[in-house]
């Protein structure tokens, strides 16, 4: 059984969601897709999107991203929270998974999560350019630290002592220095907002060998300090020059 990587395929774009559902019947009914989040923040949109994949893969593993928790012209009175709980209700219906799964001895663990500014303080052009501040709306006095250590809190505890292998994956990026060193200074005005230490920390907790992250659009694969961490996202359409756009397969599981 093989296990495959993908994130931020963004189905919004209707050549991205043509990929999706050109990707074959047969060759994949008895592997695993781990969907890193990104997928589309509609409804009905998302629910599209897995039902294609969940019928071409034995499991389908979707933690959600950023842009899966819009609520961009909802109800005002629509929190990105309710947000959540209807794409929970979406992924559940679907028959994809966001709980912990095993297959043999092999534990994979969804970690949820959101930045909180632990890569570092956001500047002010970071505020008037990164569309979640306004793309997102979390309760009254929710700050960012609230709603990362809120999504954390949701993480299903595992005891993996009795796996001789454990995957996690995030949409957001556990370290920072996960972002290679090719990016230009200009472009790293967005680190505050790529991830958080925290997730880092749950998964060296888990003993994770392997992590499988999105977020950043940056295709990598990297081993630091005893983790290989993977990403393998689809991208915008204009970024057709700089990701594969191509499942991966990361494992035999």
């Known amino acids: 059984m093989r296990l495959f990587a993908l994130s931020d395929v963004h189905v919004d774009y209707e050549a991205n969601f ?12 008895d592997d695993v897709l781990i969907l890193a989040g990104d997928v589309t923040h509609h409804q009905s949109q998302l629910a599209a999107c897995l039902d294609t994949l969940v019928g071409r893969f034995r499991n389908v ?23 959540f709980a209807r794409v929970v209700a979406t992924v559940e219906a679907s028959g ?26 956001p500047s002010e052009e970071l505020r008037q350019m990164w569309m979640d501040y306004r ?20 993480n299903r505890e ?42 880092e920390r749950r998964l060296r907790q888990l ?21 290989t961490y993977v990403n393998n996202a689809f991208g915008y359409p204009s970024e057709s020059g700089m990701t594969a756009r191509e499942l991966l397969c990361v494992a035999e599981i």
Request: contains cysteine; positive net charge.
């Open 96 to 121: 994809a998974v966001m709980q912990p799964s095993w297959y043999g001895q092999t534990l994979i663990v969804p970690l949820l999560g959101w930045y909180d500014y632990s890569f570092g303080a």
């Open 61 to 83: 593993l979707f933690v959600p991203g950023n842009h899966d928790l819009w609520v961009w012209g909802e109800e005002r009175e629509q929190t990105s929270l309710h947000k």
């Open 135 to 154: 793309a997102c709306r979390w309760p009254e006095k929710f700050e960012v630290e609230d709603v990362a250590a809120h999504f954390a809190g949701l």
């Open 18 to 29: 043509k990929w999706v559902r050109n990707l074959s019947r047969i060759d994949y009914r």
């Open 158 to 199: 595992v005891a993996p002592a009795a796996a001789t292998r454990v995957i996690t994956f995030s949409h957001f990026l556990p370290r920072v220095d996960l972002v290679p060193a090719f990016v230009p200074a200009r472009h790293r005005v967005l680190d505050p907002v790529l991830g958080s230490t925290r997730l």
């Open 207 to 227: 003993r994770s060998t392997l992590h499988i992250y999105g977020h950043s659009h940056i295709n990598r694969r990297v081993r630091l300090d005893g983790v």
